[in-house]
């Protein structure tokens, strides 16, 4: 079983950083890719951005691009997310996915990741 906890969640004011971290743990983990998702109150869940573990390739939603940075580390099993110049509008709860080894190329889509984290809830001021 797959086990992903997300954690740094917080509350801060526009303009400022928060570091999401995500620990995959189960007794044979392996995944290709793991991938950001947030759910505003109101609004579907969307993607947010996503790593392959293999190449470390990325890929960001628009919204995000240029504030935040994803990062893998291998050997500890664990998934980052740094982001910068924070806005009320990235206000959301965060969640932390994994693809299922057997998938190729990098989802951007729900349907796409197979296990879940409970989500970690990020809330930015005006």
């Known amino acids: 079983q797959v086990q992903l906890v997300e954690s740094g969640g917080g509350l801060v004011q526009a303009g400022g950083s928060l570091r999401l971290s995500c620990a995959a743990s189960g007794r044979t983990f392996s995944s290709s890719a793991m991938g950001w998702f947030r759910q505003a109150p109101g609004k579907e869940r969307e993607f947010v951005s996503a790593?392959?573990?293999?190449?470390?390739?990325?890929v960001y939603a628009d919204s995000v691009k240029g504030r935040f940075t994803i990062s893998r580390d291998n050997a500890k099993s664990t998934v980052h997310l740094e982001m910068n110049s924070l806005k009320p509008e990235d206000t959301a709860v965060y969640y932390c996915?994994?693809?299922?080894?057997?998938?190729?190329?990098?989802?951007?889509?729900?349907?796409?990741?197979?296990?879940w984290g409970q989500g970690t809830q990020v809330t930015v001021s005006s």
């Open positions: 790593i392959r573990w293999s190449t470390g390739t990325t």
């Open positions: 996915a994994a693809a299922a080894v057997r998938r190729v190329g990098i989802g951007v889509r729900s349907n796409e990741y197979d296990y």
